[in-house]
């Protein structure tokens, strides 16, 4: 199955500061990425839809503001958390969706795991 | 509204105990339903699609099936090593993806 890599799988920082996580699919092009946050025991809740070349499309109660997504290319999205808090701490996990062969199938990055301290 | 249910929430199988995870969902228009295993602290691994009422699909000792309200993930035979968090989820006409609460197997030797 296709491959999408997560950088980095592990951030622990302060609060107030900024992350960026990035999402790569490696072996397709991805013209939509997901970005979903899991928190422990419970189901994957996605927080926006990442379109290439253009803003993404954030769901209800998603801050836009805090959550900035960027889908520069076809193989890159990236997720930057501003100003976070420890309410933040959470498993990001991106998805991409790959159209070829008409499965559009989503395959799951290997998630990150960001600790605000 | 469009709603997964998974059932059981958890699920506990001795090696070589057959049994079934079940995913019922409300969606209208419904463009593909996908089941996922997930284990610790990872991100979910593609195991299915299935599109339409009827069909089946298989890999190793894990078959889903769909129906027109729901579909099952049979386990047959399961070994320690199927133990993981299986997830269903249901894309509807808006494209996303609705995801179950997901079913915590753990198969014991």
């Known amino acids: 199955g296709a491959v999408v890599s997560q950088h980095p799988s592990w951030v622990i920082c302060k609060s107030g500061t900024s992350v960026k996580i990035e999402c790569r699919s490696l072996d397709f092009q991805a013209t939509t990425m997901f970005w979903y946050r899991q928190f422990p025991k419970q189901s994957l809740m996605l927080m926006a839809t990442?379109?290439?070349?253009?803003?993404?499309?954030?769901e209800q109660g998603v801050e836009k503001d805090k959550f900035l997504i960027n889908h520069a290319s076809l193989t890159l999205s990236t997720l930057t958390v501003t100003s976070a808090h420890p309410e933040d701490s959470s498993f990001y996990i991106c998805?991409?969706?790959?159209?070829?062969?008409?499965?559009?199938?989503?395959?799951f990055g290997p998630g990150t795991r960001l600790t605000v301290l | 509204e469009d709603q997964v249910t998974q059932s059981p929430e958890a699920l506990r199988l001795q090696e070589g105990e057959s049994s079934s995870l079940n995913c019922s969902y409300t969606?209208?228009?419904?463009?593909?339903l996908f089941w996922y295993r997930q284990d610790p602290g990872k991100g979910p691994e593609f195991l299915f699609t299935?599109?339409?009422a009827g069909e089946e699909k298989e890999k190793e000792r894990l078959k889903a099936t769909l129906t027109k309200k729901e579909s099952f993930l049979h386990i047959t035979a399961p070994k320690p090593e199927d133990s993981a968090t299986y997830l269903c989820a249901v894309r509807f006409q808006g494209g996303k993806l609705i995801f179950g609460q997901g079913t915590e197997l753990s198969v014991k030797p």
């Open positions: 299935l599109y339409s």
């Open positions: 969606v209208s228009g419904l463009r593909g």
């Open positions: 998805s991409a969706r790959d159209p070829v062969g008409g499965a559009d199938t989503q395959y």
């Open positions: 990442s379109n290439e070349g253009s803003k993404a499309t954030y």
